[in-house]
């Protein structure tokens, strides 16, 4: 007929729009643009991430992980790594632990929560361990403990520095007590090198919590952290119910510990190699301060 002519069959008009969910406004697809978790402004992936994943319009410090942090920090084709193939094992049976061990290995390409070895910065060689997040959260079971007590280890029998990168959620619950043991192991190997003479250098980054800051990374000879970083033992909340009271708002941020001299110094990402350069620098014989 005639009038179907005029009958638009082929672009059908939709019943409903499509209203994006709150989540899905604030996604950028992933890939070519990154938003910043902090100014929210969008900017190239690419160039983000030639510098270093802090942000381009206000500095708020991105998340790298271990693969990241040894590119942005070791000298290249320096590193070799020690104990890759150290996994662990469900010590307590804790139901669904072995299974989410596994998700975690395929998800984060690591068989911990920990990479360490052996490398050099500017020259200088170090022994170093990284902490990632994208691993159980960084969680400290006895296998991180192991290898950041091996890396210690190895840092004294070699006398070069240790450094270590910490991220972490604390001590990994599955694990139980084995986890906070972990805790006592690692501060005696800190101890035992410090005692040797070692040079011991801790950067904390975001969230250092629960026993790891509790620990290691705040033995430090040095002990520094990243910007606005969240390092802290206990949550917030569970401080404000025992102790009846408001906290500051920047509590547990990096900027609140070095004020109250808990740390010596925030350094920024685009800084570090050249400040650790520099402390690794001071501490050969006959070396000068260049702060
Ligand atoms: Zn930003």
């Known amino acids: 007929m005639l009038k179907d002519l005029f009958t638009k069959t082929h672009t059908k008009k939709k019943k409903y729009a499509t209203i994006p969910t709150e989540t899905a406004k604030n996604d950028v697809p992933e890939g070519i643009m990154t938003k910043c978790p902090s100014c929210k402004k969008i900017m190239y992936t690419k160039e983000l991430n030639k510098n270093l994943k802090v942000c381009l319009h206000c500095h708020y410090h991105l998340q790298l992980n271990s693969n990241e942090r040894l590119a942005s920090f070791i000298d290249d084709g320096s590193f070799e790594e020690m104990n890759e193939n150290m996994m662990s094992e469900n010590p307590l049976n804790f139901p669904g632990y072995i299974e989410k061990l596994e998700k975690d290995r395929q998800k984060s390409k690591l068989n911990e929560a920990v990479v ?165 620098e001071i501490h050969h014989q006959g070396g000068k301060l260049e702060w």
Not at 192 to 204: C, Q, V, Y
């Open 116 to 280: 360490t070895g052996i490398g050099s910065v500017n020259g200088n060689k170090i022994v170093v361990a990284i902490m990632d997040s994208l691993f159980r959260m960084g969680s400290m079971g006895s296998v991180v403990g192991e290898k950041i007590t091996l890396a210690i280890e190895k840092a004294d029998e070699l006398s070069v520095p240790f450094i270590i990168f910490t991220a972490s959620g604390g001590a990994r619950m599955q694990e139980g007590a084995l986890s906070l043991m972990q805790m006592a192991k690692t501060s005696v190997a800190l101890k035992k090198f410090s005692n040797n003479g070692g040079l011991i250098i801790s950067i904390m980054t975001h969230p250092t919590t629960g026993g790891v800051s509790a620990s290691f990374a705040s033995l430090g000879d040095y002990n520094f952290a990243e910007p606005e970083a969240l390092i802290g033992f206990a949550g917030r909340r569970v401080i404000e119910q025992s102790i009846r009271e408001e906290l500051p708002e920047d509590f547990q941020t990096a900027e609140f510990l070095l004020k109250h001299g808990q740390l010596d110094a925030i350094i920024s990402r685009l800084e570090l190699v050249e400040k650790i350069t520099n402390i690794l």
